[in-house]
Structure formats: structure tokens, C-alpha cells
């Protein structure tokens, strides 16, 4: 019995649905909410898609390039082997490996550019970095010790208008005595590659070989620090404090310094958005509340007929229920399924925008191109939650239709 009282409640909704109603004005509210609905959850699925993108480019391509941990001493030291040994006595460190850094400017055919040299030791430096697999020729295996080659980011490479087999000039502001009064230190190095991780890093680093900076910094044979990769680079804090508690000689810093704040602020800015785009979500229902309650006042007669010939209240409510879940649930999967769409090409369709248009719309911040990485959990909820919130709109009109008096409806029919 109860499922018959169902399928006629179902039946008489779905027919309200599809029926030609007398106002027009209520037929094109209920449009609406669905264009809404529709509207709101494709945006915030893309939206947050391109939060997730951002992310997970974050997590792997800077942070893949970037130290997790690093640890030095005041002054550069030789003794690197101990502290790899007591490093890797955490099971959370994965690869240690010696590193010398040196900040000066990088000039060639007149042109000059800030960036952070970093000394490396190419079989190690591997390890802890995925720099390597961004060099298109010999990598960081043609860092030779006391050959002066140099590997910088694409960015830098560009401006100077240097390439592969050419050189550039190494100045360093660390002053040199000699007959023409005191100079900046300065050394010319073969460029023997470029990398392009397609972020910012393009433009701030180089690469050389870790014995090369040691003598142009005047300390051959010493290392600056050594650089960490861990297993979870969230937990990067608490392994560079545990390792400064067993080497009181050594401070530390982890990725959080240099990088946390972007990190926070793309997570601070994926809650927001969501947050201010489910707003639209919430206007597409407050419609079909709206043309629900309308909907209801337009029907009272045929209610009052349903009820003279027996039908409940418990049936009334779900004819409505019924006829706003319908429009809720077509909203939520049209939106899902545009949403899922836009994510998967909104990355190719900003760089044929580029291409069309002739500008870098992303130059200026950390990664310089859009990402995108689509998540079906939040495919799942964004939807799910769409529905949920569009069913529980239609109980206040879904009730008030029960509770018509039949015999105030037809008084005047």
C-alpha cells in the first residue's frame, strides 16, 4: 500500500514537472534554479579543481625542487659525513646530500641578472631534488669538479640570451684585492644546461658543481649545509627540530620557511572560494523554494480535489517534495557533469588563450601555466550536497501544501 501511496505521489510530481503551467512567471523561476544549480556546482567543482591543481603542483614540482629540511653551521665546515649519518638514523629521512650556496649576479652580453648558486654534488643532489628531470640535456651529471659549469633556470637563460656551450659571468659581492683596487669576485662559467620546472624557480636558480663554489667562496673542500628529503614534508618541522636537539651545533629550517605561506594562503583561498561560490548554489535553491511556494499557491484548488477523493497529507507532501527534488537532482548532475568537463580542459583552454591573446597570464606568479587536478570526492560532495540541501528546501512549501483546507480552496471555484 505504501508503495502505491509512493508511485502516485512520484506520478503526479513528475506531472506537475513537465505540465504547461498558467504562470508563466513561476515556469521561468523554476528555470532558473536549475541554470543556478546547474551554474553553482560546475563552478565550484572547477574552482576547486584548480585550488587542488595548484596544490598538488605546489607539493610536487616546488617542493619536489626545494629542500624539505636544511641544516648548517654559522661558518662552512668539512665534516658533512657525520651529520648524513645521524640524519639517516631517522627512519623519516630518506636522503642527505652537501650543499654550498652563494648569491651574486649572473651577467652575459651585457645583460645582468640576480640568482641563488647553489653548489651540489650531482650523484647526491639527485636524491634529495627532482631538479634533474627537468634538464633537457646532460643534467646535473655534467657538473664536473673544476671544469666551472653552470646549469641555470630557463627564465634566467632567456633574459640573458645565453645558450648551451656559451658563457656567463658569476659576480659575487665578496670583495678581491688587487693591482686595480679592490673588485668584486668574479668567475666566468660554461653553461652546459638549463631547467624548466615551469615555476618560479626558473628564475632565481643555478646550478654548479659544490667544489667550484667552495673555492670561489674561498673555502675549498667545506660544505655549507646539508639539504633533506623526508617521507612527509608535513612533518618537516618536527624532524629539523628533533635533528638540532642531537647536533646543538647545527640550526635547521624546513620548507614552511621559504615556501609555507604560499602553501597556506592556497589553502586559505580554496575554503574561501568554495565558501563564496556555494553561495550561488544556495540562491539556485532559495529559488526552488520560491517557485515551489508559488507553485503551491497556484495548485490549492487541484490539493483540495486530491484530498477530496482521498488522498493524505503525508501524499500531498511528497507530490512537492518530489517535483523540487527533481529539479535539485538535474541541477546537481548537470552541474557535476559540466564541472567535470571544465576541469579536465580548462588547462588547454587558458593556453590556447594564451597562444591567441600573445600574453603570459600567468608570468607573475609561482607556477606559470593552469593547473588543474580533479578530485571526485569533491565531484561526489559538492553534488551530493547540491541535492541534499535542494530536498530539504521543499519541506516548508511540500508542508504548507498539506495543511490546504480543502474547503477554504474550493470555496469560490
Not at 233 to 257: C, H
Request: glycine letters at 8%; charged letters at 20%; a neutral charge.
Amino acid at each position: 500500500m505504501a508503495i502505491s501511496q509512493f508511485r502516485v505521489s512520484h506520478f503526479i510530481g513528475r506531472r506537475y514537472l513537465r505540465a504547461k503551467r498558467q504562470n508563466h512567471f513561476i515556469s521561468f523561476i523554476s528555470l532558473m534554479s536549475i541554470i543556478g544549480m546547474t551554474l553553482g556546482v560546475a563552478v565550484l567543482i572547477l574552482v576547486m579543481s584548480v585550488m587542488n591543481g595548484a596544490d598538488r603542483e605546489l607539493q610536487t614540482r616546488i617542493l619536489g625542487t626545494v629542500p624539505h629540511v636544511i641544516l648548517k653551521e654559522d661558518q662552512p665546515f668539512h665534516d658533512w659525513q657525520t651529520i648524513r649519518d645521524i640524519a639517516m638514523q631517522n627512519p623519516q629521512v630518506e636522503a642527505v646530500a652537501p650543499y654550498y650556496e652563494v648569491q651574486g649576479m649572473l651577467s652575459a652580453a651585457g645583460e645582468v641578472m640576480p640568482a641563488v648558486v647553489y653548489g651540489v654534488e650531482p650523484s647526491l643532489e639527485k636524491d634529495v631534488s627532482i631538479v634533474n628531470n627537468f634538464m633537457a640535456r646532460k643534467g646535473l651529471d655534467g657538473l664536473k669538479d673544476g671544469e666551472y659549469g653552470i646549469i641555470l633556470g630557463s627564465r634566467i637563460a632567456a633574459q640573458l640570451g645565453v645558450f648551451p656551450g656559451e658563457y656567463v659571468t658569476l659576480i659575487v659581492p665578496q670583495a678581491s684585492v688587487t693591482v686595480a683596487g679592490v673588485m668584486p669576485r668574479m668567475k666566468r662559467f660554461k653553461l652546459i644546461d638549463t631547467f624548466e620546472v615551469g615555476a618560479e624557480l626558473d628564475g632565481l636558480f643555478a646550478y654548479v658543481h659544490m667544489g667550484d663554489a667552495a673555492r670561489l667562496s674561498r673555502t675549498p673542500d667545506q660544505v655549507q649545509g646539508v639539504r633533506l628529503k623526508v617521507d612527509n614534508l608535513f612533518d618537516s618541522r618536527e624532524i629539523a627540530q628533533d635533528l638540532v636537539n642531537k647536533m646543538p651545533k647545527l640550526f635547521g629550517y624546513d620548507w614552511t620557511f621559504t615556501h609555507g605561506t604560499l602553501f597556506q594562503a592556497i589553502k586559505m583561498e580554496k575554503a574561501m572560494m568554495a565558501l563564496l561560490l556555494f553561495l550561488i548554489v544556495a540562491v539556485a535553491i532559495f529559488n526552488i523554494l520560491s517557485s515551489l511556494v508559488m507553485l503551491v499557491t497556484e495548485k490549492k484548488s487541484d490539493i483540495a480535489i486530491l484530498m477530496t477523493m482521498g488522498a493524505t497529507p503525508a501524499q500531498i507532501r511528497r507530490i512537492f517534495m518530489v517535483q523540487g527534488s527533481c529539479i535539485g537532482l538535474f541541477g546537481s548532475l548537470l552541474g557535476g557533469l559540466l564541472g567535470v568537463l571544465a576541469a579536465w580542459n580548462v588547462s588547454a583552454a587558458f593556453k590556447w588563450l594564451e597562444s591567441v591573446l600573445h600574453r603570459d597570464l600567468f608570468g607573475a606568479y609561482f607556477i606559470d601555466y593552469l593547473p588543474s587536478y580533479l578530485e571526485w570526492s569533491d565531484v561526489f560532495w559538492v553534488c551530493g550536497l547540491s541535492f541534499v540541501l535542494s530536498m530539504l528546501s521543499t519541506w516548508y512549501p511540500a508542508s504548507k501544501a498539506a495543511n490546504v483546507d480543502p474547503v477554504e480552496a474550493l470555496r469560490y471555484e
